[in-house]
């Protein structure tokens, strides 16, 4: 599951300034290590699939735009550069799914999940001793009712966006490769090394184990 926010981009001037890399070259080394990264997976377990949203961080415009979202993203170039790669090398072990809306609604062993980046999903704010807990678990429950009203029910949603990594009612929100920085730092928020959620999946019992994996130097 690729959650969007694959590169810092240039949304503000502080990026533009500090940056290590501009958005290009950023994407094109993205590139070669997420190939890399998928082609061991392939080689382990036989079958990779991949499900791609953007994220706020690689827009292409300063403030969020409604239409046309992947295709002001950073996150959607990159992410066609490592789908045509796969598909040049005529690799029938990976396969993948990337949906124009930004929004991802697929089924694993009978579990409906949506994985969507979490900028837009209809709740805002999260400072305070609580954090951004009820934030997100706000905007879980208004997408949830959302998507039953179409008929598409929702047992679980995956999100990123808010840096933080979180087991709720309703889903999982993924922490932050990038881990604590000057601008966690700036809000006084707790530092959390980075880690990323593995979640299993059971086709009678539904998701019955999950670890948070901590991605940073020992």
């Known amino acids: 599951l690729r959650g969007g926010d694959s590169v810092s981009g240039d949304i503000h001037d502080e990026l533009r300034e500090t940056n290590e890399m501009s958005p290009n070259p950023a ?7 997420e190939i890399r990264g998928i082609e061991q997976l392939a080689d ?13 961080h690689g827009r292409t415009t300063v403030k969020s735009h409604s239409k046309h979202y992947a295709d002001l993203s ?14 040049a090398r005529g690799d029938k072990r990976v396969t993948f799914f990337t949906p124009r809306s930004g929004d991802a609604y697929f089924d694993v062993a009978g579990q409906h999940i949506l994985l969507t ?42 999100v990123g966006h808010f840096h ?11 922490g932050a490769l990038c881990g604590f920085g000057e601008y966690a730092r700036d809000l006084r928020v707790k530092p959390h090394p980075p880690t990323q959620w593995l979640l299993f999946v059971h086709p009678k019992w539904g ?11 020992p």
Do not use: C
């Open 27 to 33: 994407v094109k080394d993205m590139a070669r290590q």
């Open 44 to 56: 382990a377990f036989g079958k990779v699939h991949v499900i791609s949203v953007p994220g706020n």
């Open 74 to 87: 950073w996150d959607d170039i990159l992410s066609w550069m490592i789908e045509s790669y796969f598909n």
């Open 117 to 158: 980046h979490g900028d837009r999903i209809g709740s805002r704010g999260g400072q305070g001793f609580i954090g951004p807990v009820a934030t997100i678990a706000r905007g879980m429950k208004k997408t949830m009712e959302q998507y039953a009203q179409v008929g598409k029910p929702i047992d679980k949603i995956l």
């Open 164 to 174: 933080t990594s979180l087991e709720l009612e309703d889903g999982w929100a993924n």
């Open 207 to 217: 998701f019955t184990a999950r670890w948070p994996i901590r991605v940073d130097n």
